[in-house]
C-alpha cells in the first residue's frame, strides 16, 4: 500500500505541479479527447479490466454506446451501477432494456430530475479514478466525437474522492430502480421523437424534382473511370466493398458516360429488380424505357436492359441478338465471370465500354478477372474506406466461446448430433440473450450445413430470448425464390427474430434492415468472413450499428479471424496480434472484443497456422501477380498490404531473398548467380526491415552516381537530413553505416554466408560502391526487359521497399519505437556497437564505447529451464520491472557499475515467452533504482548470489501490451514458427541439426 500512495504521489505531483517529475503516469490527471489513441472507449475498457466496481452516471445512453463496451461489461468481475434519466425523452426504450440484460448492474434512472451528469466512476481498492466530462454513453461520445473528460485519480481517503462517493449517493437517493414496467411506461408517456435518418447518398431537391447526386468516394471513382475512358480503354473493374452502392455508382457511370442502349447483368432476378429501380431514379427516367431479358421477357430493343446471365447466355438466344446492340455493359457481381455462361455472353457482344463491378474480386477458381478487365481498376472502395467514411454502419465482434461439454468442445471433427444437442442450443440462446439487441433484433445466424440449419431453427424456435419466444426460419438453396423472399419480407416487417442458412445470403441478397449476424461455423476463408459481415452493415432507418456474435470453437482456421478482422495479411503473426488487440476502435468505430476462452482459441491457432511457409508464399505471389499481370515486385506486396516482403525473403538457407524465392517456386528460369545471391540476401536480411535507414539511403545515393560514383560524408550527411532532421548524422552512426556495408560489423561466418564481398567502401572522407557490387549491379540495363531476373531490380526494388518501410512504421527515424519489436542484432545496430554481438548479449551487455545496455527480458521461463537461469523478473506496475542480473553477481561486480551508476543508457525489451520468437518489445529507456543483493536457487539446490533493482521505465507501459506481457503463459505448445523453419531446415540437404540447443530464458544473462 505504501509503495502504491507513493506512486499515486508522484503521478499527480506530475500532473498539478511539475511534468519534469518521474512519474508512473498511471494515475495522472489526463484530458482525454477521443484523439489518435486517447479515446473514451480504450479508456472505460481499461479501467474495466482493473476495476472492482464502477458507478456510471450519465443523462444519455444508446443500444450501440452499451453494445461498444458490451463484452467488458458482461465479463467484469465485479457489480457495476449505471445511473441514467428520462431527461428531454432522449433515451430510447430499446437502449434501457438494454441495460436490463446486463446481469452484474444494479440500473437506476432519474426519472422526476433533471440529470445532466456525464460521469465514470471506478473503485481499485486503495484509490479511485474518475472520468468526467462531456461523453456520454453513445458510440460516438465514445469513439470519435470532438470530447473532453477529465481523468482523475486519488487515494480513498482523499476528499475528492469522498465527494465523487457523495454525489453517487444523491444521485442513487434521486433515481429509481430500472424496471421493464417503468420502460413500458416511459414508452407510452414518451413524447414522439423525429428520426431523421442520414443516407450517405447526396440528393439535389429542386422544383423539377430529385436528382441523386455521388458522394465524397463515387466522386473520385467517377474521375478515375473517366480517366480510364478517356485514354481509350474499353474495359474496367471497380472493386466496391458490400453495402456501399456500387449499382448506384454504375448508374451514376451510365449517367456519365451517356451511353445510348446499356444492358446490365446480374445472377438473380431480385438483383435486377432493385438495379432497375435504382437507374430509374439516377437516370430519372420512367418504366417505358427499361426493358428485362429474364424469364419469357425479351425485351432487348429498349435503351436500358436488365438480364440475367442464364436467360441471355444460352446460345440460341445470344444468336438472336446483335454483337453491337449494346454501347455499354454492365456486370454486376463481376467475380463470376468466371463461368462459361459470362465467357460467352462477354464473347459474343462488342460494347463501346463495359464496366465490372464486384466487392470480392479474389478468386480461387483460376479465372483472372483482373485479365478479363485488361488490369484496369480506376477505383477501389474497400471495407474500411467505406466505413471510414460512414457509408456503412460501425459493427461490435463479439468472439464468444462455443459450447464446451463433458466430451470436449465443439470443433472441426464435431458430427450433427454434436451441432445440434439440446446444450449447444441452450448456450447459443444464452449467447443471443447476452449479446443481441433487447429489442428489435433482425438477424441471419451462418452455419456449416443446411441439416445443422433447419435443426437449429426448429430447436431455437422453442426457446426464449429477452422474454419471449424465438421467431427462427432455416432457407437454404433447395427453397424456391418465391419461399425466400417470403421469408426475407417477415425478417423486415419484425415477424421473425432470425434466418438460418449456409450461404445463400453470402452475396447478391440485400436486407438492410439485418442488425445482427451469427457464425455459428468455422472460419474458412477470410472473404467469406467478409462476405457475410458484410450482409449486416447497410444503412437502414433506425439502424444504428450490427452486432456480430462469433461462436469459436476448436477450430484450425481460427487464425482467419484475426486477419479478417484486422486485414493484416503480412504473415508477420506478432503485428496481427497485435492489431487484434489493438484497443483503439476500428473503422467507422467499430470494436473488436473476445472472451478470455476464445481469444486463446485465436492465438492458439495462429501459432499453429502455416501463414509463411512455401506454400503461403506461393499463393500470395500468385493472388498478386493475378491482379497485376506480371510477377510482382516486393514493393508490389506492401502497397497491396499483402505478405510483408521480410517474411517474403526469408524462406530457408537456400532461398534468402526474393529472387531466389521466384526461382525456387519457378516463377523464373534464372537463378541468381552466387555472388549476386550473397548481396541481396545481405540486403534482404539486414535492411528491408527499414528499422534504420542510413545504410539504404547511402546505396540510394551512391547508385544514382553511377559505377564510379562517390559520396563525402558532408553530401551523405545532407542526404540523411533532406529524407529527415530526426536522423543521427553523427561520425559514431556513419562509422557504424560503415562497418556494416564493408560486412566487418559481422562475425566471420556472417560476412562468409553474405559472399564477404563489400557492398559499400569507404577511404577517408568518401564512400564508394564495392567493386564486384557495381560491376554486377551495372551490368543490367535500368529497363531490363524482365526484371524479375535482373539483379539491378531486385536491388532498387529492396532499397525503394526498405525505405517505405521506414517511413511509414518508423516515422523516418532510426531510433527504438516503443511497442514495436526488435532482436538482439537490430538493438546492437540501432545502438551503434561496433560489432554485432548478438550471440553474447543473452539478458544484458554493456557497450564500452557507446554507453548503451540493452536489456532483455523473456517474462514467463518455460517449465524446464534449469534454476540457475530461472530469474524471477516481474513487473510491479506499467512503470516498473524487478529485475535480476546474472547469477554470482554482487553490489561490487564490475559488469553492474554502468547499470547501477546511471553512467549507461539502458533500453528495456521484453517478450512474453521464448516461443514468441527473436523478437522483443521496446518498452523504452529505464533508470536502475533499489538494488540490493539477493540469494536465488541453483541447479543443485545451493544458492546463488545475484543482484536485484528495479527498473522505472520513462514511459509506462501501453495498458493493451502490459496485458499481453503479464497474462498467464499462453501455451506450452512448440511455436509454429520455429516449427516450420526446423522441419524447412529438416528437409533441406546437409542440414545439421544442432543438439541441446538452449532457449533464451536458459541463456546466461
Same mark, same amino acid.
Given at each position: 500500500?505504501?509503495?502504491?500512495?507513493?506512486?499515486?504521489?508522484?503521478?499527480?505531483?506530475?500532473?498539478?505541479?511539475?511534468?519534469?517529475?518521474?512519474?508512473?503516469?498511471?494515475?495522472?490527471?489526463?484530458?482525454?479527447?477521443?484523439?489518435?489513441?486517447?479515446?473514451?472507449?480504450?479508456?472505460?475498457?481499461?479501467?474495466?479490466?482493473?476495476?472492482?466496481?464502477?458507478?456510471?452516471?450519465?443523462?444519455?445512453?444508446?443500444?450501440?454506446?452499451?453494445?461498444?463496451?458490451?463484452?467488458?461489461?458482461?465479463?467484469?468481475?465485479? $457489480?457495476?451501477?449505471?445511473?441514467?434519466?428520462?431527461?428531454?425523452?432522449?433515451?430510447?426504450?430499446?437502449?434501457?432494456?438494454?441495460?436490463?440484460?446486463?446481469?452484474?448492474?444494479?440500473?437506476?434512472?432519474?426519472?422526476?430530475? &433533471?440529470?445532466?451528469?456525464?460521469?465514470?466512476?471506478?473503485?481499485?481498492?486503495?484509490?479511485?479514478?474518475?472520468?468526467?466530462?462531456?461523453?456520454?454513453?453513445?458510440?460516438?461520445?465514445?469513439?470519435?466525437?470532438?470530447?473532453?473528460?477529465?481523468?482523475?485519480?486519488?487515494?480513498?481517503?482523499?476528499?475528492?474522492?469522498?465527494?465523487?462517493?457523495?454525489?453517487?449517493?444523491?444521485?442513487?437517493?434521486?433515481?429509481?430502480? =430500472?424496471?421493464?414496467?417503468?420502460?413500458?411506461?416511459?414508452?407510452?408517456?414518451?413524447?414522439?421523437? %423525429?428520426?431523421?435518418?442520414?443516407?450517405?447518398?447526396?440528393?439535389?431537391?429542386?422544383?423539377?424534382?430529385?436528382?441523386?447526386?455521388?458522394?465524397?468516394?463515387?466522386?473520385?471513382?467517377?474521375?478515375?473511370?473517366?480517366?480510364?475512358?478517356?485514354?481509350?480503354?474499353?474495359?474496367?473493374?471497380?472493386?466496391?466493398?458490400?453495402?456501399?452502392?456500387?449499382?448506384?455508382?454504375?448508374?451514376?457511370?451510365?449517367?456519365?458516360?451517356?451511353?445510348?442502349?446499356?444492358?446490365?447483368?446480374?445472377?438473380? @432476378?431480385?438483383?435486377?429488380?432493385?438495379?432497375?429501380?435504382?437507374?430509374?431514379?439516377?437516370?430519372?427516367?420512367?418504366?417505358?424505357?427499361?426493358?428485362?431479358?429474364?424469364?419469357?421477357?425479351?425485351?432487348?430493343?429498349?435503351?436500358?436492359? *436488365?438480364?440475367?446471365?442464364?436467360?441471355?447466355?444460352?446460345?440460341?438466344?445470344?444468336?438472336?441478338?446483335?454483337?453491337?446492340?449494346?454501347?455499354?455493359?454492365?456486370?454486376?457481381?463481376?467475380?463470376?465471370?468466371?463461368?462459361? #455462361?459470362?465467357?460467352?455472353?462477354?464473347?459474343?457482344?462488342?460494347?463501346?465500354?463495359?464496366?465490372?463491378?464486384?466487392?470480392?474480386?479474389?478468386?480461387?477458381?483460376?479465372?483472372?478477372?483482373?485479365?478479363?478487365?485488361?488490369?484496369?481498376?480506376?477505383?477501389?472502395?474497400?471495407?474500411?474506406?467505406?466505413?471510414?467514411?460512414?457509408?456503412?454502419?460501425?459493427?461490435?465482434?463479439?468472439?464468444?466461446?462455443?459450447?464446451?461439454?463433458?466430451?470436449?468442445?465443439?470443433?472441426?471433427?464435431?458430427?450433427?448430433?454434436?451441432?445440434?444437442?439440446?446444450?449447444?442450443?441452450?448456450?447459443?440462446? +444464452?449467447?443471443?440473450?447476452?449479446?443481441?439487441?433487447?429489442?428489435?433484433?433482425?438477424?441471419?445466424?451462418?452455419?456449416?450445413?443446411?441439416?445443422?440449419?433447419?435443426?437449429?431453427?426448429?430447436?431455437?424456435?422453442?426457446?426464449?430470448?429477452?422474454?419471449?419466444?424465438?421467431?427462427?426460419?432455416? =432457407?437454404?438453396?433447395?427453397? %424456391?425464390?418465391?419461399?425466400?423472399?417470403?421469408?426475407?419480407?417477415?425478417?423486415?416487417?419484425?415477424?421473425?427474430?432470425?434466418?438460418?442458412?449456409? +450461404?445463400?445470403?453470402?452475396?447478391?441478397?440485400?436486407?438492410?434492415?439485418?442488425?445482427?449476424?451469427?457464425?455459428?461455423?468455422?472460419?474458412?476463408?477470410?472473404?467469406?468472413?467478409?462476405?457475410?459481415?458484410?450482409?449486416?452493415?447497410?444503412?437502414?432507418?433506425?439502424?444504428?450499428?450490427?452486432? &456480430?456474435?462469433?461462436?469459436?470453437?476448436?477450430?484450425?482456421?481460427?487464425?482467419?479471424?484475426?486477419?479478417?478482422?484486422?486485414?493484416?495479411? #503480412?504473415?508477420?503473426?506478432?503485428?496481427?496480434?497485435?492489431?487484434?488487440?489493438?484497443? $483503439?476502435?476500428?473503422?467507422?468505430?467499430?470494436?473488436?472484443?473476445?472472451?478470455?476462452?476464445?481469444?486463446?482459441?485465436?492465438?492458439?491457432?495462429?501459432?499453429?497456422?502455416?501463414?509463411?511457409?512455401?506454400?503461403?508464399?506461393?499463393?500470395?505471389?500468385?493472388?498478386?501477380?493475378?491482379?497485376?499481370?506480371?510477377?510482382?515486385?516486393?514493393?508490389?506486396?506492401?502497397?497491396?498490404?499483402?505478405?510483408?516482403?521480410?517474411?517474403?525473403?526469408? %524462406?530457408?538457407?537456400?532461398?534468402?531473398?526474393?529472387?531466389?524465392?521466384?526461382?525456387?517456386?519457378?516463377?523464373?528460369?534464372?537463378?541468381?548467380?552466387?555472388?549476386?545471391?550473397?548481396?541481396?540476401?545481405?540486403?534482404?536480411?539486414?535492411?528491408?526491415?527499414?528499422?534504420?535507414?542510413?545504410?539504404?539511403?547511402?546505396?540510394?545515393?551512391?547508385?544514382?552516381?553511377?559505377?564510379?560514383?562517390?559520396?563525402?560524408?558532408?553530401?551523405?550527411?545532407?542526404?540523411?537530413?533532406?529524407?529527415?532532421?530526426?536522423?543521427?548524422?553523427?561520425?559514431?552512426?556513419?562509422?557504424?553505416?560503415?562497418?556494416?556495408?564493408?560486412?566487418?560489423?559481422?562475425?566471420?561466418?556472417?560476412?562468409?554466408?553474405?559472399?564477404?564481398?563489400?557492398?559499400?567502401?569507404?577511404?577517408?572522407?568518401?564512400?564508394?560502391?564495392?567493386?564486384?557490387?557495381?560491376?554486377?549491379?551495372?551490368?543490367?540495363?535500368?529497363?531490363?526487359?524482365?526484371?524479375?531476373?535482373?539483379?539491378?531490380?531486385?536491388?532498387?526494388?529492396?532499397? @525503394?521497399?526498405?525505405?517505405?518501410?521506414?517511413?511509414?512504421?518508423?516515422?523516418?527515424?532510426? #531510433? *527504438?519505437?516503443?511497442?514495436?519489436?526488435?532482436?538482439?542484432?537490430?538493438?546492437?545496430?540501432?545502438?551503434?556497437?561496433?560489432?554485432?554481438?548478438?550471440?553474447?548479449?543473452?539478458?544484458?551487455?554493456?557497450?564500452?564505447?557507446?554507453?548503451?545496455?540493452?536489456?532483455?527480458?523473456?517474462?514467463?521461463?518455460?517449465?524446464?529451464?534449469?534454476?540457475?537461469?530461472?530469474?524471477?523478473?516481474?513487473?510491479? +506496475?506499467?512503470?516498473?520491472?524487478?529485475?535480476?542480473?546474472?547469477?554470482?553477481?554482487?553490489?561490487?561486480?564490475?559488469?553492474?557499475?554502468?547499470?547501477?551508476?546511471?553512467?549507461? @543508457?539502458?533500453?528495456?525489451?521484453?517478450?512474453?515467452?521464448?516461443?514468441?520468437?527473436?523478437?522483443?518489445?521496446?518498452?523504452?529507456?529505464?533508470?536502475?533504482?533499489?538494488?540490493?543483493?539477493?540469494?536465488?536457487?541453483?541447479?543443485?539446490?545451493?544458492?546463488?548470489? &545475484?543482484?536485484?533493482?528495479?527498473?522505472?521505465?520513462?514511459?509506462?507501459?501501453?495498458?493493451?501490451?502490459?496485458?499481453? =506481457?503479464?497474462?498467464?503463459? $499462453?501455451?506450452?505448445?512448440?511455436?509454429?514458427?520455429?516449427?516450420?523453419?526446423?522441419? @524447412? =531446415?529438416?528437409?533441406?540437404?546437409?542440414?545439421?541439426?544442432?543438439?541441446?540447443?538452449?532457449? +533464451?530464458?536458459?541463456?546466461?544473462?
Amino acid at each position: 500500500m505504501k509503495s502504491a500512495l507513493s506512486s499515486l504521489q508522484r503521478d499527480l505531483e506530475y500532473g498539478f505541479i511539475d511534468e519534469t517529475v518521474l512519474a508512473n503516469k498511471l494515475e495522472n490527471p489526463e484530458l482525454i479527447t477521443n484523439s489518435d489513441s486517447n479515446s473514451m472507449y480504450e479508456a472505460l475498457k481499461n479501467e474495466l479490466e482493473f476495476a472492482d466496481s464502477y458507478v456510471f452516471s450519465v443523462a444519455f445512453v444508446t443500444a450501440d454506446g452499451i453494445g461498444a463496451l458490451k463484452q467488458q461489461l458482461i465479463e467484469f468481475q465485479g $457489480r457495476g451501477t449505471i445511473i441514467t434519466s428520462s431527461y428531454q425523452d432522449f433515451n430510447e426504450p430499446a437502449a434501457l432494456r438494454e441495460l436490463l440484460t446486463l446481469e452484474n448492474v444494479d440500473a437506476y434512472v432519474m426519472a422526476d430530475y &433533471v440529470h445532466h451528469a456525464k460521469g465514470y466512476i471506478f473503485s481499485h481498492g486503495d484509490h479511485v479514478t474518475a472520468l468526467v466530462g462531456s461523453s456520454n454513453l453513445t458510440r460516438y461520445a465514445l469513439t470519435e466525437n470532438q470530447e473532453w473528460n477529465i481523468r482523475v485519480s486519488s487515494h480513498r481517503n482523499g476528499n475528492i474522492a469522498m465527494q465523487f462517493h457523495d454525489g453517487v449517493v444523491k444521485h442513487i437517493e434521486k433515481a429509481i430502480p =430500472l424496471t421493464e414496467e417503468w420502460i413500458r411506461q416511459y414508452e407510452q408517456r414518451r413524447a414522439t421523437r %423525429t428520426i431523421v435518418f442520414t443516407e450517405t447518398q447526396p440528393l439535389e431537391v429542386s422544383p423539377e424534382g430529385e436528382k441523386i447526386l455521388p458522394n465524397l468516394m463515387q466522386v473520385e471513382a467517377l474521375e478515375q473511370l473517366q480517366q480510364v475512358v478517356d485514354s481509350g480503354e474499353k474495359r474496367a473493374l471497380i472493386i466496391s466493398a458490400t453495402g456501399t452502392g456500387k449499382t448506384i455508382l454504375a448508374a451514376l457511370a451510365t449517367r456519365q458516360l451517356k451511353p445510348m442502349r446499356t444492358l446490365f447483368i446480374a445472377h438473380r @432476378e431480385q438483383i435486377l429488380k432493385k438495379a432497375a429501380e435504382e437507374f430509374s431514379r439516377v437516370l430519372e427516367i420512367d418504366e417505358s424505357q427499361i426493358g428485362f431479358y429474364v424469364g419469357q421477357r425479351r425485351e432487348v430493343h429498349k435503351p436500358l436492359v *436488365f438480364a440475367t446471365i442464364q436467360s441471355l447466355s444460352r446460345k440460341e438466344n445470344l444468336a438472336e441478338i446483335s454483337p453491337l446492340q449494346f454501347d455499354m455493359i454492365i456486370i454486376d457481381e463481376v467475380h463470376r465471370s468466371g463461368a462459361e #455462361s459470362y465467357r460467352s455472353v462477354l464473347n459474343h457482344f462488342r460494347p463501346q465500354f463495359a464496366l465490372g463491378l464486384t466487392a470480392t474480386p479474389e478468386r480461387t477458381d483460376g479465372f483472372n478477372v483482373f485479365e478479363l478487365f485488361e488490369y484496369n481498376v480506376p477505383y477501389e472502395i474497400r471495407l474500411e474506406g467505406a466505413l471510414e467514411n460512414r457509408m456503412l454502419v460501425p459493427f461490435d465482434y463479439y468472439g464468444i466461446a462455443d459450447y464446451e461439454s463433458a466430451q470436449g468442445s465443439i470443433g472441426d471433427k464435431s458430427k450433427l448430433k454434436d451441432l445440434t444437442a439440446d446444450s449447444r442450443v441452450d448456450h447459443i440462446a +444464452d449467447a443471443l440473450q447476452k449479446y443481441s439487441f433487447a429489442e428489435g433484433t433482425k438477424g441471419l445466424v451462418f452455419c456449416s450445413s443446411n441439416e445443422e440449419s433447419r435443426i437449429l431453427a426448429e430447436s431455437l424456435s422453442t426457446r426464449e430470448v429477452h422474454g419471449r419466444r424465438l421467431r427462427t426460419r432455416s =432457407l437454404s438453396g433447395a427453397d %424456391t425464390v418465391e419461399e425466400r423472399e417470403t421469408v426475407v419480407a417477415q425478417l423486415e416487417n419484425g415477424e421473425l427474430d432470425y434466418i438460418f442458412t449456409v +450461404d445463400i445470403f453470402n452475396e447478391g441478397i440485400d436486407i438492410p434492415s439485418v442488425n445482427v449476424i451469427v457464425l455459428l461455423r468455422s472460419t474458412e476463408s477470410s472473404i467469406i468472413f467478409t462476405q457475410q459481415l458484410g450482409r449486416g452493415l447497410r444503412k437502414s432507418a433506425g439502424k444504428h450499428s450490427l452486432r &456480430v456474435i462469433d461462436f469459436i470453437g476448436n477450430y484450425a482456421n481460427n487464425y482467419l479471424i484475426a486477419i479478417a478482422l484486422t486485414g493484416n495479411r #503480412s504473415g508477420h503473426k506478432p503485428k496481427i496480434l497485435d492489431d487484434v488487440n489493438d484497443p $483503439r476502435p476500428k473503422a467507422g468505430a467499430s470494436t473488436v472484443s473476445f472472451d478470455r476462452v476464445s481469444a486463446n482459441r485465436i492465438l492458439e491457432s495462429l501459432r499453429k497456422a502455416r501463414i509463411t511457409g512455401v506454400k503461403a508464399k506461393r499463393e500470395s505471389i500468385a493472388e498478386l501477380k493475378y491482379r497485376l499481370g506480371r510477377i510482382p515486385r516486393l514493393i508490389d506486396f506492401f502497397h497491396h498490404e499483402l505478405l510483408d516482403p521480410t517474411v517474403l525473403c526469408a %524462406t530457408d538457407q537456400y532461398t534468402r531473398n526474393y529472387w531466389a524465392l521466384l526461382h525456387k517456386l519457378k516463377e523464373v528460369d534464372v537463378a541468381p548467380s552466387p555472388d549476386e545471391d550473397g548481396f541481396l540476401s545481405f540486403i534482404a536480411a539486414e535492411l528491408l526491415n527499414g528499422k534504420r535507414p542510413q545504410e539504404l539511403l547511402l546505396l540510394n545515393e551512391l547508385l544514382k552516381r553511377g559505377p564510379q560514383g562517390k559520396v563525402s560524408a558532408d553530401e551523405y550527411s545532407t542526404a540523411l537530413n533532406e529524407y529527415s532532421s530526426n536522423l543521427d548524422t553523427s561520425n559514431t552512426v556513419l562509422r557504424s553505416v560503415e562497418l556494416v556495408l564493408n560486412l566487418h560489423w559481422f562475425q566471420d561466418t556472417t560476412a562468409e554466408r553474405y559472399g564477404g564481398r563489400p557492398l559499400v567502401v569507404r577511404v577517408d572522407d568518401i564512400f564508394r560502391l564495392g567493386n564486384r557490387f557495381a560491376e554486377l549491379y551495372y551490368s543490367y540495363d535500368a529497363d531490363h526487359p524482365h526484371p524479375a531476373t535482373s539483379f539491378r531490380s531486385h536491388v532498387d526494388d529492396l532499397i @525503394e521497399t526498405g525505405l517505405h518501410i521506414n517511413r511509414r512504421q518508423y516515422a523516418r527515424a532510426d #531510433s *527504438f519505437v516503443r511497442g514495436k519489436t526488435y532482436t538482439r542484432k537490430d538493438a546492437a545496430r540501432l545502438l551503434n556497437w561496433q560489432r554485432n554481438r548478438e550471440s553474447t548479449i543473452y539478458g544484458y551487455a554493456v557497450d564500452a564505447a557507446t554507453h548503451t545496455c540493452p536489456i532483455f527480458v523473456t517474462y514467463h521461463k518455460d517449465a524446464d529451464v534449469v534454476a540457475s537461469h530461472r530469474y524471477e523478473d516481474t513487473f510491479i +506496475d506499467q512503470s516498473t520491472m524487478q529485475w535480476f542480473s546474472r547469477n554470482n553477481r554482487t553490489l561490487e561486480s564490475k559488469e553492474l557499475q554502468p547499470i547501477l551508476n546511471g553512467s549507461a @543508457e539502458l533500453h528495456l525489451f521484453v517478450k512474453r515467452e521464448d516461443a514468441d520468437g527473436l523478437e522483443f518489445y521496446y518498452l523504452g529507456q529505464a533508470k536502475a533504482t533499489h538494488a540490493k543483493e539477493r540469494h536465488m536457487p541453483g541447479n543443485n539446490n545451493d544458492l546463488l548470489d &545475484v543482484v536485484v533493482m528495479n527498473l522505472t521505465l520513462d514511459e509506462p507501459v501501453a495498458p493493451q501490451l502490459f496485458k499481453a =506481457l503479464t497474462a498467464n503463459k $499462453r501455451s506450452s505448445l512448440e511455436d509454429s514458427t520455429n516449427a516450420e523453419k526446423n522441419a @524447412e =531446415l529438416h528437409r533441406s540437404p546437409g542440414h545439421v541439426v544442432r543438439k541441446n540447443a538452449k532457449k +533464451d530464458s536458459e541463456l546466461p544473462k
